[in-house]
């Protein structure tokens, strides 16, 4: 029996929005799709000009231009493989997206990999809008978030949340730890799991209660941490050391205790992070 929830993927059609369909396929869960479109030769001559006052070169503009439109091709054919129902629509925030939004009704919105939505786009969802952030809120917001965990004392893992129109400091859903065993090589080893993280929690938030008729709980966040930031490069050089020195997993072990579920990592809907150092700086 279907869902009575219509749920509608919304993605720039990038590697997450693969991954969230691919776990969602593998759920047996069918979706419909609606994948932003680069912006046309016009707007981004348009963008560019005056050329002669700081703008793009118009040939340059041409060639990156002809480059996403080859891509899109591209994208489509994946994408077409994992949803049953694939939907071009404009650029984020665009007019064409919220009318494309307001034909399919959404009762949610699920983020596979885009940019900030206006709030006009967020009200469209009957429901709410879904996101799986590759970071725990409240403690790591913003970009960057592996590493601005590592730096503040916080595990790596990943928190499935509504989104509102702040920035990732909507109702947390469900938050994960990313389990870590033996040492870690590398920062971007752990970025890429915490991404794949989030991609399979998400997923199991569509199938295992929205598909089933039943509205994900969101409790609001208490605490408003500073934005994380991308790590200059000698930010990331600290942060590495302390990888391959074993932080992550010292951090992992410190928190696995409080986990509800041994199974999934899932912290408490309430967890407080006692452990947690990073100070308190509203934003």
């Known amino acids: 029996m279907p869902s009575k929830f219509n ?3 919304l993605t ?3 590697p997450y929005g693969l991954r969230l369909l691919d776990e969602l396929q593998q759920r047996q869960v069918a979706v419909t799709t609606l994948m932003e479109t680069p912006p046309s030769l016009g707007k981004r001559l348009n963008r560019s000009a005056p050329f002669t006052k700081g703008g793009q070169d118009p040939v340059r503009c041409a060639v990156h231009w002809y480059r996403d439109k080859k891509q899109l091709r591209v994208r489509q054919q994946q994408y077409a493989v994992l949803t049953q129902r694939l939907r071009l629509t404009g650029e984020l925030n665009s007019d064409r997206m919220k009318e ?12 596979g990999g885009i940019g900030i939505l206006h709030d006009s786009l967020l009200r469209l969802a009957r429901h709410g809008v ?5 970071g725990l809120l409240p403690w790591v917001r913003g970009t960057g978030v592996v590493a601005g ?11 499935c949340h509504y989104v ?12 994960r730890l990313l389990p ?4 870690v090589n590398s920062l971007s080893e752990l970025e890429k799991a915490a991404n794949v993280l989030a991609a399979r929690t998400l997923a199991d938030v569509v199938a295992e209660q929205i598909v089933c008729d039943i509205e994900p709980v969101g409790l609001a966040q208490r605490h408003k941490f500073s934005l994380c930031k991308w790590p200059s490069t000698e930010e990331r050089e600290v942060i590495e050391h302390q990888v391959r020195e074993g932080t992550p997993l010292a951090l992992f072990e410190r928190w696995r205790p409080s986990c509800v579920d041994e199974r999934r990592y899932q912290l408490p809907s309430d967890f407080d992070g006692n452990y947690v150092r990073a100070e308190t700086s509203i934003q």
């Not at 494309?100 to 983020?111: G, K, Y």
């Not at 879904?130 to 590759?134: G, I, K, M, S």
């Not at 965990?149 to 928190?159: D, E, K, L, S, Y």
């Open 100 to 111: 494309d939004l307001r034909q399919l009704q959404p009762d949610f919105i699920v983020l």
């Open 164 to 175: 509102d129109p702040g920035i990732d400091t909507g109702a947390v859903i469900e938050r």
């Open 12 to 14: 720039n059609g990038g």
């Open 149 to 159: 965990a590592i730096h503040r004392g916080v595990p790596v893992g990943c928190t």
């Open 180 to 183: 870590i065993i033996g040492v």
């Open 130 to 134: 879904l996101n799986c952030h590759p």
């Open 7 to 9: 749920v509608v993927i």
